[in-house]
């Protein structure tokens, strides 16, 4: 279980903020970053200094070029023109520490502060059941029958998503007043109190037994997709065997014998057909149950 991101946060930002959670829990503990650094001043003044001694490089060059000290020259000339490529080459480069990545992920998630969870929002119950949420939708996002159309494809790359925010957001709220609930009933409740104590907890508990009555949901939606799926991987071998089965009738009736056909391989059409009329009721299947969540 990772960085939960609010599906509204765009895919790059959403990227950056699951690939850095243990930055993440730094900065809400009240870590900040150091400023970028200003610029070196040497850079403009190395460039000046530079520029101004070009003509006396030039001047000198051209006395050495027309004397015997030509080979000197052109030594010179090809120092001067080295210096000059790689300063012009330093000066386009943007200094490593001008935008550290520190800062970039701080500002990304003051700006997003909200919009997403991490690990420790959880207690170890709610990390459980988020976790069955997410197989559940991790398992329908790469079934091969969600990527082939056959399901929703679309509904389900928007409400899937937007499912597993909403229980984590509601998971992490439930973890945070189970908490100071714990806390209270540490410090020892007076007789009193008791009696408002207890449909406090009444009320945790049926929070927690809706959220869990959505997961076991998710996990009915991908329960169909995966008998789908086994009844679409079983009907694609079927059908690669019956593109083979004429070979298999040639060497029958070469060889004389044709009349030991099996009836295994005559069936091979019926049973395409029928893993097709179950691939069908498959996909019917999950459509009801990803109705039922939609509800």
Same mark, same amino acid.
């Given at each position: 279980?990772?960085?939960?991101?609010?599906?509204?946060? &765009?895919?790059?930002?959403?990227?950056?903020?699951?690939?850095?959670?243990?930055?993440?829990?730094?900065?809400?503990?009240?870590?900040?970053?150091?400023?970028?650094?200003?610029?070196?001043?040497?850079? &403009?003044?190395?460039?000046?200094?530079?520029?101004?001694?070009?003509?006396?490089?030039?001047?000198?060059?051209?006395?050495?070029?027309? +004397?015997?000290?030509?080979?000197?020259?052109?030594?010179l000339l090809g120092t001067y023109?080295?210096?000059?490529?790689?300063?012009?080459?330093?000066?386009? #480069?943007?200094?490593?520490?001008?935008?550290?990545?520190?800062?970039?992920?701080?500002?990304?998630?003051?700006?997003?502060?909200?919009?997403?969870?991490?690990?420790?929002?959880?207690? #170890?119950?709610?990390?459980?059941?988020?976790?069955?949420?997410?197989?559940?939708?991790? +398992?329908?996002?790469? &079934?091969?029958?969600?990527? #082939?159309?056959?399901?929703?494809?679309?509904?389900?790359?928007?409400?899937?998503?937007?499912?597993?925010?909403?229980?984590?957001?509601?998971?992490?709220?439930?973890?945070?007043?189970?908490?100071?609930?714990? %806390?209270?009933? +540490?410090?020892?409740?007076?007789? %009193?109190?008791?009696?408002?104590? %207890?449909?406090?907890?009444?009320?945790?508990?049926?929070?927690?037994?809706?959220?869990?009555?959505?997961?076991?949901?998710? %996990?009915?939606?991908?329960?169909?997709?995966?008998?789908?799926?086994?009844?679409?991987?079983?009907?694609?071998?079927? #059908?690669?065997?019956?593109?083979?089965?004429?070979?298999?009738?040639?060497?029958?009736?070469? &060889?004389?014998?044709?009349?030991?056909?099996?009836?295994?391989?005559?069936?091979?059409?019926?049973?395409?057909?029928v893993l097709e009329r179950t691939?069908?009721?498959?996909?019917? +299947?999950?459509?009801?149950?990803?109705?039922?969540?939609?509800?």
């Amino acid at each position: 279980m990772g960085v939960v991101v609010d599906p509204g946060v &765009s895919p790059e930002v959403a990227g950056l903020l699951r690939a850095n959670a243990p930055l993440l829990s730094r900065i809400r503990a009240g870590w900040v970053p150091p400023a970028a650094p200003a610029a070196p001043r040497h850079r &403009s003044a190395s460039a000046a200094l530079l520029l101004a001694a070009t003509p006396a490089v030039i001047a000198c060059m051209a006395v050495l070029l027309a +004397s015997p000290l030509a080979p000197a020259g052109f030594m010179l000339l090809g120092t001067y023109v080295f210096i000059v490529l790689v300063k012009i080459a330093s000066m386009g #480069e943007v200094a490593e520490d001008d935008r550290p990545h520190e800062r970039g992920v701080y500002e990304q998630a003051r700006w997003h502060d909200g919009r997403y969870l991490l690990p420790e929002d959880f207690d #170890e119950e709610a990390g459980q059941v988020l976790a069955r949420a997410q197989r559940a939708i991790g +398992s329908v996002l790469r &079934s091969h029958v969600n990527a #082939e159309g056959l399901l929703d494809d679309a509904r389900n790359a928007v409400m899937l998503p937007a499912q597993e925010w909403e229980i984590a957001r509601l998971l992490a709220k439930l973890s945070a007043l189970r908490l100071e609930h714990r %806390e209270l009933l +540490s410090r020892g409740i007076a007789p %009193e109190v008791a009696a408002v104590i %207890e449909p406090l907890e009444r009320a945790l508990a049926g929070s927690e037994a809706a959220v869990v009555a959505r997961v076991e949901a998710l %996990e009915r939606y991908a329960a169909h997709v995966a008998d789908a799926e086994r009844a679409y991987h079983a009907r694609g071998q079927i #059908e690669e065997l019956r593109a083979r089965l004429p070979k298999y009738e040639e060497l029958l009736a070469e &060889s004389g014998a044709d009349a030991l056909a099996v009836p295994e391989i005559e069936r091979l059409a019926e049973d395409a057909d029928v893993l097709e009329r179950t691939l069908r009721r498959s996909v019917r +299947s999950a459509h009801e149950a990803f109705r039922y969540l939609e509800s």
